[in-house]
């Protein structure tokens, strides 16, 4: 992979460390998880994925006016560079075929997004 710090291919996600989400740009707290991927199944990561966007469409689906989810972002700084760049939030990396896949994260945004009735118009890269 690509280091956004220095441009070589030389960066690998770490085998453990925190996956961060954001929702048309925000976030609660909750909206994270620790990986493991010596010891987490594809399961266990798809029921993390799961209950991250559960939560927070539990959260949004309480709002009066629901702008439409366009952007859903998941991201980590727990990559190593072998040039030793260090990676932090203003360089996060984008996880998705990492992890999980794209195809995944659409999966359980159109799941829970049916079932808590929140507007989508995804745009997610
Ligand atoms: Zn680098």
């Not at 280091?3 to 770490?14: G, M, Q, R, S, Y």
């Amino acid at each position: 992979m690509y280091c956004p710090v220095c441009f070589n291919d030389t960066l690998k996600i770490a085998s453990s460390g925190v996956v961060k989400f954001s929702f048309n740009g925000k976030a609660k707290a909750t909206s994270q998880f620790y990986y493991n991927l010596n010891i987490d199944s594809e399961k266990d990561i798809l029921e993390k994925l799961d209950t991250v966007v559960k939560e927070y469409f539990i959260y949004y689906s309480g709002f009066q006016n629901k702008d439409p989810l366009q952007e859903v972002e998941c991201y980590s700084i727990d990559f190593k560079c072998q040039n030793g760049c260090v990676i932090n939030t203003s360089n996060k990396v984008n996880v998705l075929g990492l992890i999980f896949s794209k195809a995944e994260l659409i999966k359980s945004i159109n799941t829970f997004g049916d079932k808590y009735q929140i507007p989508l118009d995804l745009k997610i890269n």
